[in-house]
């Protein structure tokens, strides 16, 4: 199984099977995607939340015979209405698909997407995928239930933003990390636009100092889970 982030929110799972899951793929528009939304193609979407930034290529990526939306109901609703397979959920919920098993958790965000539609609450995502547990927090502010979270689940990577402004910022983040112990921390939504520029290795510096790891990857690279 392979893990490759498309910078900000967005990364590319592929199983064993060879399977693709993408994440919040935002390309076009972005100035730090390393891809473009043509040469990726994906059997499943999970969308956090309904924001431009998150549902970002989706449409133009996805195959409407082929590929399957995975998010909250009101924007899986939105997605069967512009003619796309999706698979409604909620927050708290999980359900078991062909690659894993997906779960939605809270997060603290709005959700409205690019044409003024609302798009239900913002999610952060569980995902139980081979022997791994991935924890994508979604756009979030800090929550204790992180904890919560963490002690339900031996979570491996957590990929979480530290960008400030609309989400968490490196403090908060670092506390976040602290809340859910993850083997792997993994910083994102930052440097996409001025407005949410950080340094992610102030974060690796500060949660290493507690005995935590942070593994950066650099905007387009792929790693072996
Ligand atoms: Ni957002
Ligand atoms: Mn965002």
């Not at 991935?134 to 979030?140: F, L, V």
């Not at 340094?199 to 100092?209: C, G, L, N």
Request: negative net charge; hydrophobic residues 40%; proline residues 4%.
């Amino acid at each position: 199984m392979t893990l490759q982030y498309l910078s900000h929110s967005g990364f590319l799972v592929t199983t064993s099977k060879g399977i693709k899951v993408l994440i919040d793929p935002f390309l076009e528009g972005n100035p730090s995607a390393p891809v473009k939304s043509e040469d990726l193609s994906a059997d499943f979407i999970i969308l956090t939340h309904a924001h431009g930034d998150h549902i970002g290529d989706s449409f133009k990526i996805a195959d409407k015979d082929k590929t399957t939306f995975i998010c909250v109901n009101e924007l899986a609703i939105y997605c069967q209405t512009k003619g796309y397979k999706a698979h409604n959920m909620h927050i708290g919920g999980s359900h078991d698909f062909e690659f894993g098993k997906v779960k939605f958790t809270i997060a603290h965000h709005g959700s409205m997407t690019p044409d003024n539609t609302y798009g239900g609450e913002a999610a952060g995502v569980l995902l139980f995928i081979e022997d791994k547990i991935i924890y994508h927090t979604g756009d979030t502010g800090l929550f204790y239930d992180m904890k919560l979270i963490g002690e339900l689940h031996n979570i491996d990577y957590m990929m979480l933003p530290i960008g400030d402004n609309f989400t968490m910022g490196i403090d908060d983040a670092s506390y976040a990390v602290e809340l859910t112990n993850p083997k792997i921390a993994i910083p994102m939504h930052y440097n996409t636009f001025p407005v949410i520029a950080a340094d992610p290795k102030d974060f690796a510096r500060k949660i290493e100092k507690n005995g935590k790891k942070c593994r950066i990857m650099e905007f387009g690279e792929t790693m072996e889970l």
